[in-house]
Nanobody
Framework: QVQLVESGGGLVQAGGSLRLSCAVS????????VHWFRQAPGKERELVAR????????YYRDSVKGRFTISRDNAKNTVYLQMNDLKPEDTAVYYC???????????WGQGTQVTVSS
């Protein structure tokens, strides 16, 4: 059974920072692509960032480039999303997902709420 557990969400003022963590268990973590998605109320879920197993390849959506950084620690089976200069429009439930390929999200966490006040 593959499990993903997110943590690190919370309430922060605009311009502040948060670091989300996604702990993965139950599969070969070092070969898994891990994705961060978010979904705001009334909006569709959107991909925020993703990272390959080696950590050498990453992707960011345009609106978070230069502010968010995805990284991973394969020794700890954990992926991080460092979020700086947060904006109210970053408010959403953030989910991590894992899969065997760049575009596959087979397993999902339960989500963590991020709220950015203006």
């Amino acid at each position: 059974q593959v499990q993903l557990v997110e943590s690190g969400g919370g309430l922060v003022q605009a311009g502040g920072s948060l670091r989300l963590s996604c702990a993965v268990s139950g599969r070969t973590f070092s070969t898994s692509v891990v994705h961060w998605f978010r979904q705001a109320p009334g909006k569709e879920r959107e991909l925020v960032a993703r990272i390959r197993g080696t950590g050498r390849n990453t992707y960011y959506r345009d609106s978070v480039k230069g502010r968010f950084t995805i990284s991973r620690d394969n020794a700890k089976n954990t992926v991080y999303l460092q979020m700086n200069d947060l904006k109210p429009e970053d408010t959403a439930v953030y989910y991590c997902a894992a899969g065997a390929s760049w575009t596959l999200s087979e397993y999902w966490g339960q989500g963590t709420q991020v709220t950015v006040s203006s």
